[in-house]
Nanobody
Framework: QVQLVDSGGGLVQTGGSLRLSCAAS????????LGWFRQAPGKEREFVAI????????DYVDFVKGRFTISRDNAKNTGYLHMNNLKPEDTAVYYC???????????????WGQGTQVSVSS
């Protein structure tokens, strides 16, 4: 079993940056695909980014390409989401998750963090 703890959220102005972290317990983090999702108030959860277990493959949803970067440090059992040029529409609770398949579908993920709030003011 893997336990995930999200952190790094906060309130920033439009154009600002944040780095979210996803700290994993257990020794099997490196064998999982890591994904980031977000859910805004009144909206469904949506896929944001994904990175393979080795870090050699990534993918992003179109509306964050060029602004967000997903990364991981398996030696530290930690994943990251670097967010630049933030916009008000990026406001949401962000969740990290791990699973076995390289997929943007939330149902493919086995373990989830508790979420961290990101708020972007205009």
């Amino acid at each position: 079993q893997v336990q995930l703890v999200d952190s790094g959220g906060g309130l920033v102005q439009t154009g600002g940056s944040l780095r979210l972290s996803c700290a994993a317990s257990g020794r099997t983090f490196s064998s999982y695909v890591l994904g980031w999702f977000r859910q805004a108030p009144g909206k469904e959860r949506e896929f944001v980014a994904i990175i393979s277990w080795s870090g050699d493959r990534t993918d992003y949803v179109d509306f964050v390409k060029g602004r967000f970067t997903i990364s991981r440090d398996n030696a530290k059992n930690t994943g990251y989401l670097h967010m630049n040029n933030l916009k008000p529409e990026d406001t949401a609770v962000y969740y990290c998750a791990v699973g076995r398949r390289f997929s943007g579908y939330g149902t493919e993920y086995d373990y989830w963090g508790q979420g961290t709030q990101v708020s972007v003011s205009s």
